[in-house]
């Protein structure tokens, strides 16, 4: 396999995003892509801008090529190396100080992910997303990370732009049934291995072949216990306890189950004429409070999850109950 070609990263302001497109401007190249500033191609370099800003203003720009690491240097002193993969059978924890995505940069990858285990109201909504090379342009142009590091008013604007540009497996489960398979035993981790599990055998039907990865919330081996008895395993996963920052379907997987929570969420405001907080702090057992008195307990029960903390203060505190 012919190795991928050295890639560097940089954040630069407005000003030297200017100054470099002045630099490159005989050497610009078309891009397809609405979100490229400008391409720059060379016989030995690449360089591609991104027009969208980060939160503190930056652009980021990738250099590839043999003249990467020297061309780097014209307008970074600090950049961030980003090699090709490790072979696949690597399967260790990354160190928290690891760059990002980078490191899966040049493979194609199915990753899961999570969201609304920590909160009182609201499903469990797990997603399984493909990314491949392709793929990836989009996903940096779109500043998609882990969903809790973004905001969720950006995740509610390219939520509908990632679910119409990328394969993926979504699977939510809604508090009643939540309940349910809690009484008969089954805790937060089992529900979400199982729910990882389904997410990715199907996309993995699509994509035999493959790559499969995850943020790890337990270890491999109680993860593939959690599984005992399936039908169906995924089996080969990497996993990560920092899963978003080491492949980018995870952390793509992240955002469209954040976009997903946050739709059923705001379906679940709407129903009640109320605006449920996200979370499990004071303000959401305050409003807990406020819920059961207009509601009632058993409707309060249909959209919480009732083996939290929550449930147990809010029943103590009402002697009614």
């Known amino acids: 396999m012919k190795p991928a070609p050295a890639t560097y990263s940089i954040s630069v302001d407005e000003d030297r995003l200017a100054k470099m497109l002045d630099f490159y401007h005989e050497n610009l190249a078309d891009s397809s892509s609405p979100y490229v500033a400008f391409l ?21 720009v990738i250099f590839q090529g043999p ?4 061309e780097v240097q014209i307008w970074s002193k600090e950049p961030t190396v980003s090699k090709p993969s490790k072979p696949l059978g690597v399967k260790r924890p990354f160190s928290p100080m690891h760059p990002g995505p980078q490191l899966y940069h040049w493979v194609d990858q199915i990753g899961s992910d999570e969201v609304g285990t920590g909160d009182f109201f609201g499903p469990v909504c797990v997603c399984a997303a493909f990314v491949d090379r ?12 882990d969903s809790k590091q973004m905001d969720d008013a950006y995740i509610r604007e390219i939520g509908p732009k990632l679910i119409h540009d990328f394969e993926y497996s979504q699977l939510s489960l809604d508090n009643v049934k939540y309940n349910e398979v809690q009484q008969q035993g089954l805790n937060m981790n089992m529900i979400k291995a199982k729910m990882h599990n389904r997410c990715l055998l199907n996309l993995h039907h699509k994509h035999p072949a493959v790559m499969l990865c995850q943020d790890q919330f337990a270890e491999p081996g109680l993860y593939y216990h959690y599984l005992k008895g399936e039908k169906e395993i995924a089996n080969d996963i990497h996993f990560s306890t920092k899963g978003e920052m080491a492949f980018p ?6 955002v469209i189950a954040r976009y997903s929570f946050l739709m059923k ?15 499990a702090g004071e303000e959401v057992d305050a409003f807990a409070r406020r819920f059961l008195k207009k509601y009632g307990l058993k409707e309060l029960q249909k959209i919480t999850k009732n083996n939290f903390a929550n449930m147990k203060k809010l029943l103590g505190s009402d002697p009614l109950l």
Do not use: F
């Open 40 to 60: 720059a191609k060379g016989e030995d370099l690449a360089v591609t801008a991104y027009k969208k800003a980060d939160s503190t203003g930056l652009h980021k």
């Open 249 to 254: 379907s995870v952390a793509l997987g992240s």
């Open 265 to 279: 969420m705001d379906a679940l405001s709407q129903k009640y004429a109320m605006k449920i907080p996200l979370g």
């Open 134 to 145: 392709a793929g990836l342009e989009e996903i940096q142009a779109l500043g998609v990370t």
């Open 67 to 70: 003249r990467a690491s020297y």
